[in-house]
């Protein structure tokens, strides 16, 4: 059964170990993970408004005025946006383990498919005004190694125990409108604190299509953002 140690992580001790499994382990110092996943999403800020006026005050459907192609006229008061998706993900990771199976660092990489098909799911999905601007098509790379630190050679905590996180990831969007940013991509550094249950830190810097609803047909040509990010994930530890 799983049990909590000392360290509060979870794990389970077998009763007994195959003596090749454990050989393989000790001469390569980690093991490997893959992790294929797939997701059905939604994302949205459904507001009520035309979305091709800029005075942001016309309410009635009926009334909208038609998109003549005019990015400058989007309704950026209501930011009407709307989108359901498809997301197709694989991620391998490399574990080092120290010398009590903790896992010391990772490296990892992941590919990203994800599909934003018009009317996916109804009047939710992307919609005949949206689907030929935002890119329904796209394709990411992600590459990522972090380190656990601030653990003394008996695998106790030395009151800095946390993880230091690199992580850079690309986007490649098809189908976007003239003048809308076709890639996404950040660059981050984060610093989490398992006696803060993995509170901590990060710095990024991104550049590309922006995230935020309709906004998306704007673009960041760079900025630095700072915050706090929560991990609720504790460092692994090897069972067999």
Wanted: aromatic share 18%.
């Amino acid at each position: 059964m799983p049990r909590i140690d000392y360290q509060g992580f979870f794990y389970k001790r077998p009763a007994q170990r195959p003596p090749w499994v454990r050989s393989l382990a000790d001469a390569a110092g980690g093991f490997w993970l893959i992790s294929p996943s797939f997701a059905v999403g939604h994302h949205s800020n459904g507001q009520e408004y035309c979305r091709f006026d800029p005075t942001g005050k016309t309410k009635d459907p009926s009334e909208c005025p038609p998109w003549d192609g005019d990015l400058g006229k989007l309704n950026f008061r209501s930011g009407d946006f709307s989108t359901n998706y498809l997301i197709e993900r694989v991620h391998v990771a490399w574990i080092d383990l120290d010398a009590y199976d903790f896992e010391v660092r990772r490296y990892a990489a992941g590919v990203i498919f994800e599909q934003n098909p018009k009317h996916l799911f109804g009047g939710s999905g992307l919609n005949d005004q949206e689907y030929p601007l935002y890119g329904p098509w796209r394709v990411g790379l992600q590459l990522e190694a972090s380190w656990n630190t601030g653990w003394d050679d008996k695998g106790k905590d030395s009151g800095t125990a946390g993880q230091w996180g690199v992580l850079i990831e690309g986007h490649k969007f098809f189908g976007v409108g003239e003048g809308i940013a076709s890639y996404r991509a950040l660059a981050e550094v984060r610093r989490t604190f398992d006696r803060l249950f993995g509170f901590g830190l990060f710095a990024r810097f991104y550049s590309g299509q922006d995230y935020l609803n309709v906004l998306f047909v704007r673009t960041i040509p760079w900025t630095i953002q700072l915050g706090f990010v929560f991990d609720s994930n504790q460092r692994l530890r090897q069972a067999f």
